[in-house]
Structure formats: C-alpha cells, structure tokens
C-alpha cells in the first residue's frame, strides 16, 4: 500500500466549500429548533464559515442561497468574506418557496411564473457578478403529484427553454450546475429526478453546464460511486452536494451514515481526474445540523470529506491494476479495501500541525471561546433559518 507521507502533500489540495445556511436554524418540516448563538446576519454566517476554516483550512469558500442570503451591497460583502480569509462560492437559487411555485418554477404552465423564475436567476447571475463566483446552482423543487396533473414531456420542453435562457447570460468562467433530486416535494414523478435528466439538459446547454451530485439525493441501493464514474468520464461532473442519508434526503453529516460509500466516491473522483490541479470540480457540503452544534457539525464534515480522500490517496492503484488484470478478484478486493480500513487519523494530526492547524480542529473550537463569545453577542434579532 502507498504510505501516507507520499500522498500527504496531495492533501493540500483539498477545498470543500460550505453552505452559508448550515450556520442557521434548519431541519425537519415537523420543527427546526433554534439554538444559541446562530446567525441573524448573512455577515454573522459568514464569520462562523471563516471560523471553520481558521480551524481546518479546508474551507476557503462559503455559498450563498438567494434570497436567504440578500444583501444590499455584495461587493461589500464580498470584501467583508475576504477580510475574514475566504471567498464567496456558488450562488443557489431559490424557486421553491414563492406561492407562484406552488405547480412549478421553470416547468410551470404558465408563462409568466416560468419568466418569474427565469428573472430570479439572471437576478442570481448579477449577484454572481459582483461576488466574483463561477457556480450558480438550480436545484427545482418542481414536479407533479398525480397521473394526468400536467404534461410530462411539455414540461421537460419548459425546463430546457428557460435553462437556455439562463444559461446565455453567463459570463466569463461562470457555469450553470444542475441538481437533480429522486422525489420530494414531488412524488408522482419529480422534473429533474436523476444524474440522466440533468446530463442531458446540460450537455444540450453545451460547455457552461454540468451536473451537480448530491450524494442523498438517490434511492436506496444506488451506485453513486458509478455516476461520479461516468460523470467524469462524459466531462460533465461539475459539483458535489456532500451529505449523509438513511431514508431520503436526511442530509446528515457526510460520512455519518456510511464513511465506505465516501471512501468508494473519493476513490473515483481521484481516479477520474476530478480532484487535484486542473480539476473543476467542485467538491461542497449541503447539510442540515437541527440537533447538534453548527460550527463543530460543519468541522466534522469536512474533517471526514479529509478523511476519506486521505485514505483514497492511499490506494496502491498499480497493484490493483495487476490484480485486475490478472483476474484475481479476491486480491483485487483485498487491495482495495486495505486502503480504506486504515487508519489515518493520527497521521492526520500531524500533518495539520506541520501546516499550522491543530491537530484536532473539533477540540480546538470547542476549547477557543469561540462558541460562548457569539452566544453572548448574538442576543436579540431575528435567528436566521432557512424557512
């Protein structure tokens, strides 16, 4: 197996973006519970994504959902992210909360909610104007509950207009990513239920267009590690939405649910070019924290994402290779999971204190006054949360 002091200055090269709504109260539909010390402010998030990555320095962007996230001055804001050591990321739309989207957003019938939703893109567009982001990211809540409720195909046909018209007011290295998500809120049939769906929207929209994966947003028993496979393979893997589920879109903390199905991603993600210098790919959180601490949910997460790509690093492909083709299934199994069942974590440490960080970020902040300093000045106000 390759040792871990070969592969430890590839690690420098790991940057996973957070989202700025994971600072905020979020959850279930039942209930999202507040907590102390969450932010009122789009600044007040940012301050606490700057923080995870003052501890981990594997996080030097922050996304930002719009309108959760609207401010008056974004070339403002976007100096403020700076002056805290990180940089506004991928910009997410929202065309899922407004009443006019109760049927649709971009497959609605009716034309006028289609250019509704059109405009608040291109608004999204302008945004990403004045923070300096590449990404703007379409994920579509729209869909249909029952047979014979609207026109499956005519709103696929929707969908790619109103795409194109998006898609041809990017400028510069900005790119459309589009999420897909197997069911809810639709479950009759959802508008953009598959990696397929948004593969084929994307590679109509040409070069500027890729797909985003979310990890959660599969059913049960789904190879994801096969779609980053062939994702990367068709040249259309644009983003990643990390998280962890056990029924449905759980979005729990990457790795909780199953660290192997993360190890088996990283494994393809590195074998398929996607991570490292000249990669695109934009490797993100997307998570919901309702019970337990944000910042230290967030540490966590990324510190797994580590993790997972240390040990992927680790895999002696030249020997799997041999195995392979020499036909031993067992030995090619064998060399693959030694990589995953060792243990890295120590090694992780150290590596974190050579670069300055310390070597257990999740202690650190829990024993830096971090936490308690902004439950104390965070008093009054309105929590944000994403509902």
């Known amino acids: 197996m390759v040792d871990f002091a070969d592969t430890a200055p590839r690690l420098a090269a790991l940057a996973i973006e957070v989202p700025s ?3 905020g109260n979020s959850g279930t ?8 010390g969450t932010p009122r402010t789009v600044e007040e998030k940012i301050a606490d994504a700057a923080t995870v990555h003052r501890f981990t320095g594997l996080a030097p962007t922050v996304a930002l959902h719009i309108p959760w996230d609207t401010v008056d001055d974004y070339g ?4 403020y992210a700076e002056d805290l050591g990180v940089s506004i990321g991928t910009i997410n739309s929202n065309t899922f909360q407004d009443d006019a989207y109760k049927l649709g957003s971009l497959t609605h019938a009716d034309p006028e909610v289609r250019r509704q939703a059109v405009d608040h893109h291109l608004a999204c567009i302008e945004v990403m104007n004045e923070t300096g982001s590449r990404d703007l990211k379409i994920w579509l809540a729209d869909g249909t509950n029952y047979p014979g409720q609207d026109d499956i195909r005519a709103r696929q046909d929707r969908l ?12 510069g290295d900005q790119r459309l990513v589009l999420e897909y998500k197997f069911f809810e809120p639709a479950f009759y049939h959802t508008d953009v239920p598959d990696w397929g769906t948004s593969y084929a929207h994307c590679l109509a929209l040409g070069e ?3 797909v985003c994966l979310d990890t959660g947003h599969h059913a049960p028993g789904t190879n994801i590690e096969f779609i980053v496979a062939q994702l990367l393979r068709l040249g259309k893997l644009g983003s990643f939405d990390f998280n962890s589920r056990f029924y449905a879109d759980d979005d729990l903390i990457v790795g909780a649910a199953d660290p192997y199905q993360l190890f088996r991603i990283m494994v393809e993600v590195i074998r398929g070019g996607g991570y490292g210098p000249g990669s695109d790919v934009a490797l993100m959180l997307d998570q919901c924290h309702n019970v337990e601490q944000k910042i230290p949910g967030q540490i966590r997460s990324v510190l797994n994402v580590q993790e997972m790509t240390a040990r992927a690093l680790l895999l002696d492909t030249e020997a799997l290779d041999a195995a392979r083709a020499a036909g031993d299934v067992l030995l090619a199994h064998e060399i693959f999971n030694d990589a995953f069942y060792t ?5 992780l440490a150290e590596w974190r204190e050579s670069r300055g960080l310390p070597g257990d970020p999740v202690r650190a902040y829990l024993a830096d006054g971090y936490q308690q300093q902004i439950e104390a000045d965070r008093v009054g106000g309105h929590q944000a949360g994403w509902n």
């Open 343 to 347: 243990d890295v974590r120590k090694d």
């Open 160 to 171: 790619a207009e109103g795409l194109a018209g998006i898609c041809a007011q990017l400028s």
């Open 29 to 36: 539909r039942f209930k999202v519970f507040g907590t102390p």
């Open 76 to 79: 403002g804001l976007r100096r």
């Open 21 to 23: 709504w994971a600072y």
């Open 208 to 210: 500027r267009a890729k």
